[in-house]
Nanobody, 126 residues
Framework: QVQLVESGGGSVQAGGSLRLSCAAS????????MGWFRQAPGKEREGVAV????????AYADSVKGRFTVSRDNAENTLYLQMNSLKPEDTAMYYC???????????????????RGQGTQVTVSS
């Protein structure tokens, strides 16, 4: 059973940094796409960054490229999202998600992954 628990959210000023963590239950995640999504009030869920487990490929939303980095500690089964140069428009609830999906196909157009954590709030003030 896949279980995901996020941590690391908080409030920062614009230009600051945060690192989100997602502790995943012990499971064989080969062939899974794991990543981070966010949803702001009144807005649709948006894919932020994903990593394909086994292939190692990563992908980012255009809005976060160059500022955010997704990574995974295989030994600890933990997914991270390092967020630098944060902007007020990054304010949202951030979710860790996972699904068996080859090469994270359609991760932005189909962001409703099978497994999702409870979320962690990120608030960026100007």
């Amino acid at each position: 059973q896949v279980q995901l628990v996020e941590s690391g959210g908080g409030s920062v000023q614009a230009g600051g940094s945060l690192r989100l963590s997602c502790a995943a239950s012990a499971y064989n995640y080969n062939g899974y796409c794991m990543g981070w999504f966010r949803q702001a009030p009144g807005k649709e869920r948006e894919g932020v960054a994903v990593i394909y487990i086994g292939g190692g490929s990563k992908a980012y939303a255009d809005s976060v490229k160059g500022r955010f980095t997704v990574s995974r500690d295989n030994a600890e089964n933990t997914l991270y999202l390092q967020m630098n140069s944060l902007k007020p428009e990054d304010t949202a609830m951030y979710y860790c998600a996972a699904e068996k999906r080859a090469w994270c196909a359609y991760w932005q157009s189909r962001p409703d992954f099978t497994y999702r954590g409870q979320g962690t709030q990120v608030t960026v003030s100007s």
